[in-house]
């Protein structure tokens, strides 16, 4: 780090002026685009990102549970999943494109968890 400054030293944010610092943009170090100050990656070896997504898990499904299914992730729609055959899919929109395109929908089918994603 270059200089101290009124704020705490997290590694997320600038000492100087509070900002959030970006990632590493040259090898060896990182540069507050508001002040302008210059850290050395020595200061962000102790971080460690993990990212976990889960996507289509396998869970036991009886004939029972398939029949009298009270908990959907979601409102239900009528659509076929492609792994089970079920005529019934829960479903989510996230407006994950930009703000001119169409939303994505996310499907999970009520019987069997499979998980699908639609561009509409």
């Known amino acids: 780090m270059t200089d101290a400054g ?3 030293g997290s590694t997320a944010f600038c000492a100087r002026c509070g900002s959030i610092l970006p990632l590493l943009q040259e090898f060896g170090s990182v540069k507050c685009y508001a002040c302008e100050t ?3 990656a020595e200061n962000f070896s ?14 036991v499904v009886t004939h029972e ?5 009270d908990d959907p992730e979601g409102p239900v729609v009528e659509r076929k999943c ?3 055959g079920n005529d019934r899919m829960s479903y989510a929109t996230l407006q994950l494109r930009s703000a001119d395109e169409g939303q994505t ?16």
């Open 46 to 59: 102790n971080l460690k990102f993990q990212y976990t997504i889960h996507f289509n898990s396998v869970s």
């Open 82 to 84: 492609p792994k089970c």
């Open 65 to 69: 549970n398939i029949l009298n299914r």
């Open 38 to 40: 210059v850290y050395d």
């Open 105 to 120: 929908v996310f499907y999970t089918c009520i019987a069997c968890k499979y998980k699908e994603t639609e561009n509409s």
């Open 6 to 8: 009124p704020f705490s």
